[in-house]
Structure formats: structure tokens, C-alpha cells
Nanobody, 122 residues
Framework: QVRLVESGGGLVQPGGSLTLSCTVS????????MAWFRQAPGAEREFVHG????????YKGNFVKGRFTTSKDDARNIGYLRMNNLMPEDTAVYYC???????????????WGQGIQVTVSS
């Protein structure tokens, strides 16, 4: 059974940083691309950042503007989303997802975590 479990979310002040982790079991992460999506209340799920299975290619959402980075530790089967200079509009539930190839559409991903809340507020 494949499981993806996010951790590291919570409350952070504007301008602060957070690192989300996605611990994967039931598949070999080196064979999969990993992407991060987010969904705010009343909004559609949107692509945040992603990394290819060989960790060579990364994609980012237009709003990221260099603030976020994605990485994978294939030996530990964990993916990471590092977020810097967070803004209130980054408040959302963040999801990790895995698929064989990297894509910006959520419809492309077969494996998902349950999501974790990130709140940016003073």
C-alpha cells in the first residue's frame, strides 16, 4: 500500500520560513517525480513546485518567484518543500503527490498525501 504523509506545517509569521516533508512508503521514490500542490478555501488546487524523478528538472508555480524549492532524499524516501519569505496569501492546505513523470496538472498524479495546513499570519 502506498502512503504519502506530510509533516512540518503550522503557523508562521509573514516573512518566515517553513520546510514541509513528505514521507513515502510503498514505492521507491527514486522512480517517481514529486510535486506539491496547495488549496485555499473556496479555491482550486494549484501547483506549487515539483521535481523530476532524477531530481534534475524542477517546475514552479508563477507565484513562487524563487521563494520555494523542492528536493528529494531518495535514500530515505522523503521529499521536501522549502518555503521562504512566506506571505499571508500562501495560507492553504499543502499536498504532496507522486507520479512517474513531473506535470503541473493535479489530474496527472496517482498518489497523494492527506494534506497539511500552513497558515501565514501575524
Amino acid at each position: 500500500q502506498v502512503r504519502l504523509v506530510e509533516s512540518g506545517g503550522g503557523l508562521v509569521q509573514p516573512g518566515g520560513s517553513l520546510t514541509l516533508s513528505c514521507t513515502v512508503s510503498g514505492l521507491t521514490l527514486s522512480n517517481y517525480a514529486m510535486a506539491w500542490f496547495r488549496q485555499a478555501p473556496g479555491a482550486e488546487r494549484e501547483f506549487v513546485h515539483g521535481i523530476s524523478r532524477n531530481s534534475v528538472v524542477t517546475y514552479k508555480g508563477n507565484f513562487v518567484k524563487g521563494r520555494f524549492t523542492t528536493s528529494k532524499d531518495d535514500a530515505r524516501n522523503i521529499g521536501y518543500l522549502r518555503m521562504n519569505n512566506l506571505m499571508p496569501e500562501d495560507t492553504a492546505v499543502y499536498y504532496c503527490a507522486a507520479s512517474e513523470n513531473l506535470d503541473m496538472s493535479p489530474n496527472f498524479y496517482e498518489y497523494w498525501g492527506q494534506g497539511i495546513q500552513v497558515t501565514v499570519s501575524s
